[in-house]
Structure formats: C-alpha cells, structure tokens
C-alpha cells in the first residue's frame, strides 16, 4: 500500500469527522458542504482501493492474508458513503453525528489496513 495515501485517508476521514462532529454540536443536520467533503473522503478511499486491487493483481501480498485486507478495503471504500447515506434518513443533527461516527470509523480501519498489509 502507499503509506502516504493511508495517512490522506485518515487524516480526511478525521478531519470530516471533527466537522461534522462541529455541525451536531451546534444542532445542525448535514448540509451539501458536509456531502462534498464526503465526496472528497470517499474519492479518496476508492483510489485507495484500486490501488490495494491492482497490488495484489501484481503479485504483491499483505502479510496477514489477502481475504482479511480485502474486506478491510472495501469496508473502508464503503464506510463514509453509508454513513453519508444514513444521514440523508435522518435530517436532524443526529444526520451529522452519523457522518461523524462513520469519519472515526474510517481511520480505525486505516490504521487496520496499515497493520494488515504490514506497516
């Protein structure tokens, strides 16, 4: 994996996270600034997953097992975008404390992708 790539994932997903986490603090829902942000995180995670598909595809291979790291990868893929469409349910600020959790939940699994394919 690329180290630097891992650490853009995790830094934006908590960056989205202390965001959102700023908008359910102040009783508000997620607004089409908080989507686009998740856009960014999600473009992010994506081209990190094809970047872990095309690795593997050549040959290269994580040292804790190629099944484990490709459910991380495609959980973190998935993380935000459901996060962000579980809050488009709930139009409160609980909207926003949704995309929050799902921001945090994302770095965890970088950091567990980072473990997996041997950082």
């Known amino acids: 994996m690329i180290d630097a ?8 997903a908590l960056a989205l996270a202390a965001w959102c986490g700023f908008a359910f603090s102040r009783d508000q829902s997620t607004k089409d600034w908080h989507f686009i942000g998740m856009a960014v995180v999600s473009v992010l995670a994506i081209v990190q997953l094809v970047i872990g598909v095309v690795r593997l595809a050549g040959g290269d291979k994580p ?13 973190s893929a998935a993380a935000v975008p459901a996060a962000g469409f579980m809050s488009l ?4 600020r609980w909207g ?7 921001g945090v939940i994302l770095a965890v699994l970088e950091v567990r992708l980072y473990d997996i394919w041997g950082g």
């Open 89 to 92: 349910a709930e139009r409160t």
């Open 96 to 102: 926003s404390a949704t995309v929050a959790a799902g």
């Open 5 to 12: 790539l891992t650490l853009a994932v995790g830094v934006t």
């Open 63 to 75: 040292e804790q097992g190629t099944a484990i790291f490709l459910a991380y990868l495609i959980g």
